[in-house]
């Protein structure tokens, strides 16, 4: 399906943004673990969740859905069952990385597989410290699905993230509370810490400083009450399209807050944007308000550090780098070229299309801004934020953008077009 979008001329509302997709898959997941009941309010509802429930249902686990409940029973003691068939990840990185780190320490064998873009994602990162526990597992060329979870009895152990994704590290927290002995984890341990904060919520103690996290084996979960905030992935759209926009002005409700989350918003305060945000809940997860209004940006420059706090709104970065005055550079990213596409040959070529000029390195990009985008065809890769990204260029070109294969959206956010359109109070023209 082609979506087509022309230049918008008011941005303006107050955006309903859906669950977190980060907590939502963990939520699902801690509920399945724990003993007794759980219930998620405000649960994402789009592929990538659906993808982590559905291997969980494989497992045995019973989940009823009540208008915006979701009510989990969890198999606590009785452990999770061997599936029929193969566990179906669908295009969710999360939910393959952290499912291996669920099945190291169970009592069955599993095989994962993906859609043709996850198949090509690199596993063994999480499949080596996995196998420092004592698990055994079997990856195609011993990095890629298909692979099989030969699930044994596992130990903690002290490793060094090497890679700061919060993919391996909650994998190894979650094969460490199934485990024996205490597991420590040093290094690039700043990726965001929803496994963190949730694991203490189900019952589970979690020791984090900012050098180390510490947990021990042998830990049981228990079920408890979850409300999902809106994810600040999501808005992070809106935020970059009215920052671009003259004249506009949004407001967001209950929206995710966490720290490790919002680098994107801090990165936008440092290049001129008026963005205010209240904090109204802190516990299990910081949560609040967040207004945007136009103003012209000025570049920034983004450095290795900063990269996990905003690795999912890097490519907006970019689109945003056209429109504002001065240099934007940004470097230390080069895990967006294992991202659900190639994120920045992705951003390249697409920004290519409309006209801009961008300088590509093997770990970010520089653009000089400000710069005209143009209309163009553009290629989303089947990546969801890549379609969503140049939607929004769409809305500050010159002329009509199309964006191919735009159902993809639906993998974190399948109702991305009706708020597009209730925002710019424009049609969106649809192809298939
Ligand atoms: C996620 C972690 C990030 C992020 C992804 C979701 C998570 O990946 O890009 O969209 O829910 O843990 P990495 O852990 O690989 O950085």
Redesign the pocket.
């Known amino acids: 399906m082609k979506k087509t979008i022309s230049k918008a001329s008011s941005f303006f509302g107050k955006p309903i943004i859906p669950g977190d ?2 907590i939502s ?1 963990r939520a699902l997941i801690l509920g399945a673990l724990a003993s007794g009941k759980s219930e998620i309010i405000d649960l994402l509802e789009s592929e990538d969740v659906q993808s982590t429930a559905s291997c969980l249902s494989k497992l045995g686990v019973v989940f009823k859905t009540e208008g915006k409940r979701t009510i989990i029973q969890g198999i606590g003691d009785s452990g999770l069952k061997s599936p029929q068939g193969v566990l179906d990840c669908g295009n969710s ?2 939910t393959m990385r952290v499912m291996m780190g669920v099945l190291a320490g169970s009592s069955l064998t599993a095989t994962l597989v993906g859609d043709a873009s996850l198949m090509k994602r690199p596993m063994k990162r999480v499949a080596h410290p996995l196998r420092l526990m004592g698990a055994s597992l079997s990856l195609t060329s011993d990095d890629y699905a298909p692979l099989t979870i030969m699930g044994r009895k596992i130990h903690g152990i002290e490793y060094e993230l090497k890679i700061a ?4 590290k ?1 994998a190894i927290m979650l094969a460490a509370i199934s485990g024996e002995g205490r597991t420590i984890l040093r290094g690039e341990i700043g ?2 810490d929803h496994t963190e904060r949730l694991l203490p919520h189900f019952g589970c103690e979690v020791n984090v400083t900012p050098q180390k996290i510490e947990i021990e084996g042998g830990q049981k979960l228990t079920g408890n009450v979850l409300k999902v905030p809106g994810d600040p992935s999501t808005a992070a759209f809106w935020i970059g399209a009215a920052s671009m926009i003259q004249g506009a002005e949004i407001e967001m409700e209950n929206i995710s807050l966490n720290p490790t989350r919002i680098g994107f918003i801090y990165a936008l305060q440092k290049m001129g944007a008026d963005i205010e945000t209240e904090v109204t809940t802190l516990s299990p997860e910081p949560i609040g308000k967040i207004r945007v209004r136009f103003k012209k940006l000025t570049g920034v420059v983004i450095t290795k550090d900063e990269v996990p706090g905003l ?2 709104e890097i490519p907006l970065i970019a689109v945003l780098a056209t429109q504002c005055e001065g240099v934007t550079e940004v470097r230390g990213a080069e ?1 967006l070229r294992v ?1 659900e596409s190639d994120r920045i040959e992705a951003v390249a070529l697409n920004l290519r299309s409309m006209g801009a000029k961008i300088e590509v390195f093997h770990d970010g990009f520089r653009i000089q801004g400000p710069q005209k985008l143009i209309g163009a065809d553009i290629k989303s890769f089947h990546d969801h934020r890549i379609a969503m990204v140049f939607s929004i260029a769409g809305l500050v070109a010159e002329g009509e953008t199309t964006i191919h294969d735009a159902e993809c959206v639906a993998v974190s956010y399948p109702k991305f077009y009706d708020t597009l359109k209730e925002l710019t109070n424009h049609e969106i023209g649809e192809r298939s």
């Open positions: 997709k980060s898959h990185g999360t994704s919060a993919q391996i909650s990726s965001r690795i999912d895990e991202k």
